[in-house]
Nanobody, 123 residues
Framework: QVQLVESGGGLVQAGGSLRLSCAAS????????MGWVRRAPGKEREFLAA???????YYTDSVKGRFTTSRDNGRNTVYLQMNSLKPEDTAVYYC?????????????????WGQGTQVTVSS
């Protein structure tokens, strides 16, 4: 069992930046692939980014070049650096873990989820 706790959300003006953190429990964190997903009001979940244990990453087109995910296996933490934020980035952001360690790009392929953190971007 893995527990994930996101932090770092908040209110920011358009063009600003935020860094989300996701702290994980469990001794096998370093073997997991980690993903980031968001849900905006009235919209379906959107898969944003993923990072494998090796550091290889994936980004969906809507955030490529603006968001960067990284991980610190020693701290059992994964990060999502979000730059050039837009009002349409307003959503609840979730981190998720794939226990098999695969770099999956669909939310349904992730086994464990955090509680989410709200990001609001004002225009």
């Amino acid at each position: 069992q893995v527990q994930l706790v996101e932090s770092g959300g908040g209110l920011v003006q358009a063009g600003g930046s935020l860094r989300l953190s996701c702290a994980a429990s469990g001794r096998t964190f370093s073997s997991y692939a980690m993903g980031w997903v968001r849900r905006a009001p009235g919209k379906e979940r959107e898969f944003l980014a993923a990072i494998r244990w090796s550091g290889s990453t994936y980004y969906t087109d809507s955030v490529k070049g603006r968001f960067t995910t990284s991980r610190d296996n020693g701290r059992n933490t994964v990060y999502l650096q979000m730059n050039s934020l837009k009002p349409e980035d307003t959503a609840v952001y979730y981190c998720a873990a794939n226990a098999g360690g695969f770099l999956r790009v669909s939310a349904r392929d992730y086994d464990y989820w955090g509680q989410g953190t709200q990001v609001t971007v004002s225009s």
